[in-house]
């Protein structure tokens, strides 16, 4: 295959939009989870699925199932829409997919490779959900001091995500390569 | 859990059913601008009664949206507000009082502060939740690929649409399945710990999701598809009369709220 068939292959097509489908239908459900003291913030063990999704797959599958995922999941269970989060949600797949430039695709499985999974999440949640609040403030959706962008908004959603992803995306990525071990063609 | 809940269609004869897929998504997409740049609550009042008047056209049965709106009336509206509230009183901002007792204060501002963002969000749900009750969810792809977005990232939306009731089968069935062998998930009428039942069924799902994606691939590939740079929809969408019209009141309502920022923003 050529690089430029690459980028938009039939694979990474399919897998955007089973990630995406994935990530909304966790979402659906723990969309309930909403955090007290906080603008809409729930706690969703899920965000390892956009996390996973971009270790394995590379960066842009990982941004589309979590851009995409969270508009849907939203639209669906409250009907709402606000972009920044749905791109901080993106980004949390795409910084885990920055490990292709960082180790070899057979490290991946390997304890150094999941181990940086592990801090690419919790880098991920402080970036995207930093992103997300920040925005927020600067556009003034909602909220109009940095102070309460900083404790209602970022530290709650980025504490929670880091939590969650940096324990579960691992364990994903650790069973996926157990479960592909020995199948043609996929790695 | 139920997955005929979750992908919220409700197949219905009103006019906003016969809409055109395209024209209700520019004007939920108009709504939303307008909301995002409107700079006080008195311009959002005329868009929440917008929506509301697009909600009752479609003419749905309160019976099979009740659980919706339990969501977004409980978690949007009264959460949100109070969030709001205590946020506003904890950060003071300063306005004329209506309500002291010692450190206990209660402005003009602060309510302001605490209803105008719970006006927006309720809005933005009234004409969101109105789009996707009346329209099926195969509609999506071919109306964005008729609005010239490009096939293949059209394609992922019909994808996901596609997989998301098979995922929360998925889900039922992994977790009759662990069930079968000895796991008692907790709580019986409890909704909290119903989903808290949900977390161990995140890993295997997802592994057996990501695996099926060769085989996806795979058979699309056999039937040709990414193999054409142009690519048409089973499903063709025309515009009739009352699409136009919807067209033509979105542009109108975003026209008016650029102008009243516009004004707002160098008068005030």
Redesign the interface.
Known sequence: MSGKREF????S??????G???Y???N???????L?????VALR??V??PM??GF??GPIVGF?AGF??NI?SD???????WWNWDVGNGLLGLIPGLTIFLIKKEEMSTSKGLILCSILSIIASIIGMGFAAYTDYI?G?????I??ATY?LFLPAAITDAVNGAI?TP??VA??SA??KGRA??A | MSESRFIKYIEGKSIIHNLDPRAKIIFVFSILFSLTISPSLILIIPLLIISFLFYLLAKLPLKKTITTWKFVLIIVVVLSMLNLLTLSILYKHGGNIIFEFSWFVITDEIIQRAIFPVMKLLSLAIVTITLIFTTPPKLYAPALGQMHVPYKPAYIIQLAFRYIPEYILEMRKTLEAQMARGFKPKGGKNPLAKILSIIPLIVPVTISAALSIYDIADAMELRGFGEKKNHTWYRKLDFNRKDIFLIILSIFIVLIYILSYFYFRFLF
Do not use: C, D, H, K
């Open positions: 938009l292959s039939v694979t097509i399919v897998a955007m939009g089973i995406t489908a994935l909304a239908a966790f659906v459900f723990f969309n309930i989870f909403q007290p003291g906080t603008q809409l063990p899920s390892a699925i996973f999704f394995v797959f589309v995409l995922g849907i639209a669906i269970s409250w009907g709402g829409f556009f959706y909602g909220i109009s001091t102070e309460e209602a579960i364990i994903l069973a996926y479960a592909v063609r996929r």
